[in-house]
């Protein structure tokens, strides 16, 4: 005859349902954040802006040089530069942006003045 405090079978399911629906919960999880960080919202876009305007803002390592833009839509934003933009881009140019989510930086292209010329 089997132990009568032995557990049975129905009982040994029943525990293990709670690491199996973790685990379950766990992957999803896993599988979500994955699949947001390569959503297409996290893909680095090339914007044309125009320049609006320069500046200096505060960051950890001091003063920081900025350059304001405006998008086609009439957005404006503040995007981080080097000391020297100011050489080589003028109010009125038109500036290569790269966003990526929210994130908005210089793109390679540099300034093109209203004419076209670098």
């Keep these: 005859m089997g132990d009568p405090l032995a ?15 973790l685990l379950t919960f766990v992957g ?3 599988w979500f954040a994955v ?4 959503s297409e919202e996290q893909q680095i876009v090339h914007e044309k802006m125009t320049v609006i305007g320069f500046g200096m803002g505060a960051s950890y390592a001091g003063n920081s040089a900025i350059v304001r833009v405006r998008d086609d839509k ?3 934003y503040q995007v ?3 000391a020297n933009i100011g050489e080589r881009c003028a109010v009125g140019d ?6 990526q989510g929210i994130n ?3 793109g ?3 300034c093109r003045r209203p004419d076209g010329s670098a």
């Design 7 to 21: 557990p049975s079978a129905k009982d040994r399911l029943k525990g293990l349902l709670g690491p199996a629906l």
């Design 28 to 30: 999803l999880g896993l």
């Design 35 to 38: 699949t947001l960080l390569t």
């Design 74 to 76: 009439g957005n404006e």
């Design 80 to 82: 981080a530069a080097d």
């Design 94 to 99: 038109a500036i290569d942006i790269q966003r």
């Design 104 to 106: 908005l930086q210089l």
């Design 108 to 110: 390679i292209g540099g």
